[in-house]
């Protein structure tokens, strides 16, 4: 009988660590909701650039409750909010008053900036890729319309209003590097 009890209260103990574990790995693959400091309002103007440029309302709170850029604009009054999702910058611009301990922002407008791509290239080939003066790469940013920079590691981040242009950029970016490769017999692949 004692048999008996000792492995029902067995059972029941494992039961509950496999529904505990089983409850916290659920939770934690939720995808958290941005806590904001303060609700948004929306004035009429940020609802109608909202509709025309499909962005949703939690992706507005994403921005206010995580901002990687937050910068002034004195002419109109507000501040410019700026977070990259899904590889684009989300501006949203909020009534400049003391927004972060104010009672409520206020979304004046918002705007996606452009989409973005980053790479990384032989820190050897950078200046091929720059040219003399900048050259090379102001021809490429006025070939595919997009914006390139180049740091110092290889790392080339371009920036485009649309995937199609900043794919034209990387494979041009990347003949120029394999045409100077089949030259001097070295092979280079991006990842």
């Known amino acids: 009988m004692h048999a008996i009890i000792s492995w029902l209260l067995i059972g029941t103990a494992i039961l509950a660590a496999v529904t505990l574990w089983l409850f916290t790995k659920m939770r934690s693959q939720r995808t958290p909701q941005p806590r904001l400091a303060v609700p948004p309002t929306y004035t009429n ?18 921005v206010i409750a995580k901002p990687s850029r937050s910068v002034p604009d004195r002419e109109n009054g507000s501040v410019r909010l700026e977070r990259e999702l899904d590889g684009r910058v989300l501006k949203v611009w909020v009534v400049a008053e003391p927004w972060e301990t104010a009672k409520t ?56 209003c649309s995937m199609a242009t900043l794919e034209s950029a990387k494979q041009r970016i990347l003949k120029i590097i394999a045409d100077a490769d089949d030259a001097t017999g070295n092979r ?4």
């Open 188 to 191: 280079y692949r991006a990842a």
């Open 105 to 160: 922002a206020t979304v004046k407008t918002t705007a996606w900036a452009d989409r973005i791509q980053t790479f990384e290239i032989p820190p050897g080939r950078i200046g091929l890729v720059i040219g003399l003066g900048g050259s090379t790469v102001r021809r490429l940013e006025v070939a595919t319309d997009c914006r390139i920079s180049i740091d110092r590691t290889g790392l080339v981040r371009i920036s485009a």
């Open 45 to 62: 103007h940020a609802r109608e650039r909202m509709l025309q440029r499909q962005v949703r309302q939690h992706q507005i709170e994403q």
